[in-house]
């Protein structure tokens, strides 16, 4: 098997975003167990596989339909469902109601919705190994990073109100298919 064949679905690039996946199931896992900051450090590493993945795809010319394809599904997994899965589970410490908590899961699957609209719209722009000089609306990592920013506040008491935190989860859910112009690194 070689690393460096480019139809290899077992590439070096796909074996990093496979990791990417793997380390985003796992921090569900976390969050379930409440082991909040784990799961934001196997966030995190998911993180820079998404990173890492993109430079080794472009490097060794690995870029495929199936690499991409496969890198957003990674990053939906990672940075569209697992950070509004942590936040919700951190708020409801604050949630004083059963239709508080509705509401709260209602927004996290629009802001979940939100994020795979923009993957796909992404995609649909996108074409192999091509890397525009700036993003149209916040990219899902960047997305996954208010998000756990948010967690943060809350967590610390900084925004102790469940109802602020939503509101600013809408905010963010709106950026990502906004017409926002955001460079890419």
Known sequence: MNLFDKDNRFNIANLVTYLNVALGVAAIYFIVKNDFFTAIILAWCAGACDIIDGKLARKYKLSTEFGIQLDSFADFLSFVVMPPF????????????????????????????????????????????????????????????????????????????????????????????????????
Do not use: D, Q
Request: aromatic content about 12%.
């Open 86 to 185: 942590l936040l919700f589970y951190a708020l409801k410490s604050g949630m004083t109601s059963s239709l508080e908590e509705l509401v709260v899961g209602l927004v996290f699957i629009g802001y979940i919705i939100a994020g795979l609209r923009r993957l796909i719209e992404f995609n649909l722009k996108v074409e192999e190994g091509e890397v525009a000089k700036y993003f149209e609306g916040v990219p899902t990592p960047l997305g996954a990073i208010l998000l756990w920013i948010l967690y943060l506040l809350f967590s610390n008491s900084i925004i102790p109100s469940v109802g602020l935190i939503t509101l600013l989860v809408i905010a963010v859910a709106w950026s990502m298919n906004s017409k926002l112009k955001i460079p890419h690194p």
